[in-house]
């Protein structure tokens, strides 16, 4: 069990948070810059100033306990156990990369084979180079394994893509999407880019000046938290996997319970993905149309109608095992003689945001 | 002629004087480099001061000081019943101290400029501070030790003033170079004085040319 408490006075707000991470899969930590993700962070593994004297906290890592200021305890940074990649690299520049990812697992007792990691992170290349002369993506590769060799108890990713380059990312995120399927430890990740998020997370956490304000699961957040997908109304996910690739129209088939068509290109046949929809973006009709321009027309069971903030009416549907979701005028629910369990169709666009 | 009793002392002098002050100045830059306590600025100001002050205000201070009525002569012969002033020992804490800016300064500079991200960095990778210091914040600070092992040794073969009001000028003891310059300049005897001063100036020549192509920025600053 990872429970994390703390109360900390910061330049500007208050820092309170208060939640637990599940001890498997990403925990992703989001919201705007300047929110306090990386203070929290930052109090976790035991880097904070210490001039910050006022704070109240208790942070207990598998049973073991981090922080208590009630009872006076601080571990210190190097006895955590936490690491730590950070959004610059941080390697040591005068140590080559063998050096480098060396330092921690030299450090620990640790039963992992740094060989493994090394093949696994495509780096047997690099051993003898310095920083210097990697490249940026090359730079965080090397910096994941020598946090990882120090066999961490918890795992802290702080934006590390975010000062690479678009191919640099596309090109490291399916590492970080097989630390957790492959390295069985708590991942904590902060980032405040939408597609890393849906890409990576499981569990998510949003953040906003210094509070936690809403946490769950990623499927269940999407639809309740427009904070997430910085869209108006409610957005879904669903889970599918690639089924064929239409190369001369830029479209992929997929398969998410039903058979659905989506714009995108550079997918791997088999790719299992996530797409986000936006519930703007879902009309609902009574019977498939025969005549329409948008490709996706899916069989729907209505699940629950709710009024949204705006006085929209959320209409949530199951698609096969997942949840789809439509945003419709009252009136146009009236036309349609919406209720619960009335078996509908709904169609959406091939553009849709995927991860 | 030239003799060579002034050469040797000054070499002693410096010699000693930089390994005392790399003893005493790396943990006190450490400090300074790291420490966000209101007391920084007035450390820092305190060992800047050599840097303004008039080497003989210093000297008239550490005569006081030294003298065997003074608190630092008082306890010296305390100790080791000899008295302190116009000897090796007195010599080498008044150059201690003039010189310990520029062993400090570059020390500091260079401590910074390795920077947190990095030490915390292995924090979280389980070395201690000390662990951290030692692997990481030395090795990358060899630039900043060279700049002050040499400015730091330079700088007390040049010192005058200091010696000249502590030190007695006494042959073979505490007569080092610069004093036996101006003692022949005294007395009219140019040419000793040009032998001297020419190897003098040559010496700090070459140490500044290699300090500065090494590094600009961990020069001295006031």
């Given at each position: 069990m990872i429970e994390v408490n703390y109360k900390h006075k910061l330049n500007n707000f208050l820092l309170d948070v208060s939640f637990t991470i599940p001890k498997t899969g990403i925990t992703v930590l989001f919201g705007p810059s300047g929110s306090g993700k990386t203070s929290v962070l930052n109090l976790m593994s035991g880097?904070?100033?210490?001039?910050?004297?006022?704070n109240n906290s208790k942070f207990i890592l598998n049973n073991r306990v981090i922080d208590d200021s009630v009872h006076r305890i601080r571990i210190e940074p190097w006895f955590r156990n936490i690491a730590y990649v950070f959004q610059d690299h941080r390697?040591?520049?005068?140590?080559n990369t063998k050096e480098n990812i060396l330092f921690g697992y030299k450090r620990c007792n640790s039963t992992l084979k740094p060989d493994d990691l090394i093949k696994k992170f495509k780096i047997e290349e690099l051993l003898?180079?310095?920083?210097?002369?990697?490249s940026g993506g090359q730079k965080q590769r090397v910096s994941m394994v020598r946090a990882l060799l120090s066999q961490p108890e918890l795992l802290i990713l702080d934006e590390p893509l975010s000062a690479l380059d678009y191919t640099s990312r596309q090109e490291l995120l399916p590492y970080i999407e097989n630390i957790h399927k492959e390295l069985d430890i708590p991942i904590v990740y902060v980032s405040h880019d939408i597609k890393e998020v849906l890409r990576l997370a499981d569990y998510i956490l949003i953040m906003n000046k210094g509070k936690i304000v809403d946490q769950g699961d990623i499927a269940d957040l999407c639809i309740s938290q427009p904070l997430l997908t910085q869209e108006e109304g409610a957005s879904f996910i669903l889970e599918a996997r690639v089924t064929k690739i239409i190369k001369e129209d830029k479209l992929v088939q997929l398969d998410c319970g039903e058979t659905i068509l989506i714009t995108a290109e550079s997918m791997q046949l088999n790719d299992k993905i996530r797409v986000l929809i936006h519930a703007r973006d879902v009309s609902l009709c009574l019977s498939p149309p025969q005549d329409s321009s948008i490709l996706n027309c899916v069989p729907i069971c209505v699940e629950d109608l709710q009024t949204d903030e705006n006085g929209k009416l959320r209409v949530i549907a199951k698609i096969g095992e997942q949840t789809i979701v439509s945003l419709i005028s009252h009136r146009s629910a009236r036309q349609l003689n919406i209720e619960k369990g009335k078996n509908m169709y709904a169609q959406f666009k091939a553009t849709a945001m995927i991860k | 002629m030239i003799e060579l009793s002034p050469i040797l002392v000054t070499l002693k002098l410096a010699t000693i004087t930089t390994l005392i002050l790399l003893l005493i100045g790396t943990p006190l830059a450490w400090w300074l480099s790291n420490t966000s306590s209101k007391s920084k600025v007035f450390i820092e100001s305190i060992v800047a001061l050599p840097l303004v002050l008039p080497p003989t205000v210093l000297g008239f201070y550490l005569l006081l000081a030294l003298s065997p009525d003074g608190f630092i002569g008082h306890l010296w012969s305390y100790i080791s019943n000899t008295p302190l002033s116009f000897s090796f020992a007195g010599l080498v804490i008044g150059s201690v101290i003039y010189s310990m800016p520029f062993v400090v300064q570059p020390l500091q500079a260079s401590f910074e400029m390795v920077g947190k991200p990095l030490q915390q960095a292995a924090y979280t990778l389980g070395a201690s501070s000390f662990d951290t210091f030692k692997n990481i914040v030395l090795p990358l600070s060899k630039r900043g030790f060279l700049v002050a092992i040499t400015l730091g040794f330079a700088h007390t073969v040049g010192e005058f003033g200091v010696v000249l009001m502590i030190g007695g000028n006494i042959p073979e003891v505490t007569q080092v170079l610069s004093i036996i310059i101006y003692d022949h300049v005294e007395v009219l005897e140019y040419t000793q004085a040009h032998y001297y001063s020419i190897g003098l100036l040559v010496f700090s020549f070459i140490v500044l040319f290699i300090t500065y192509s090494l590094n600009r920025k961990l020069m001295v600053r006031i």
């Open positions: 880097l904070r100033n210490d001039e910050d004297k006022e390697l040591f520049p005068h140590m003898g180079h310095y920083p210097e002369q990697l | -």
